[in-house]
């Protein structure tokens, strides 16, 4: 089991900008991804970006463009730049690390983005 750690939400004004941190606790475990998820009041939990451990990146497209992930997978730790936020980018973030044990699972951390 890897436990994570999430910092950084808030609240913003649309248009604004938030970057979130994530880090895995010391491990013995290989993490071969990480990545946020967000979900909202009454949606389904969804991608917002996800950063292998080779480097590849990908971007949920209600997002793309406007999020940047980045980070060390190998150092276990990932962040998520926010920028151009837009009110229905609030949602609770989590974040997530995948490998040989399954997948683990941030608590969250709410982001909030008034218009």
């Known amino acids: 089991q890897v436990q994570l750690v999430e910092s950084g939400g808030g609240s913003v004004q649309a248009g604004g900008s938030l970057r979130l941190s994530c880090a895995a606790s010391?491990?013995?475990?290989?993490?071969?991804?990480m990545g946020w998820y967000r979900q909202s009041p009454g949606k389904q939990r969804e991608l917002v970006a996800t950063?292998?451990?080779?480097?590849?990146?990908t971007y949920g497209y209600l997002v793309q463009g406007r999020f940047t992930i980045s980070g060390d997978v190998a150092k276990n730790t990932v962040y998520l730049q926010m920028n151009s936020l837009k009110s229905e980018d609030t949602a609770v973030y989590y974040c997530?690390?995948?490998?040989?044990?399954?997948?683990?699972w941030g608590q969250g951390t709410q982001v909030s983005v008034s218009s």
């Open positions: 997530n690390a995948g490998g040989g044990w399954g997948t683990s």
């Open positions: 010391k491990t013995i475990n290989i993490i071969n991804g």
């Open positions: 950063l292998t451990r080779d480097g590849y990146e």
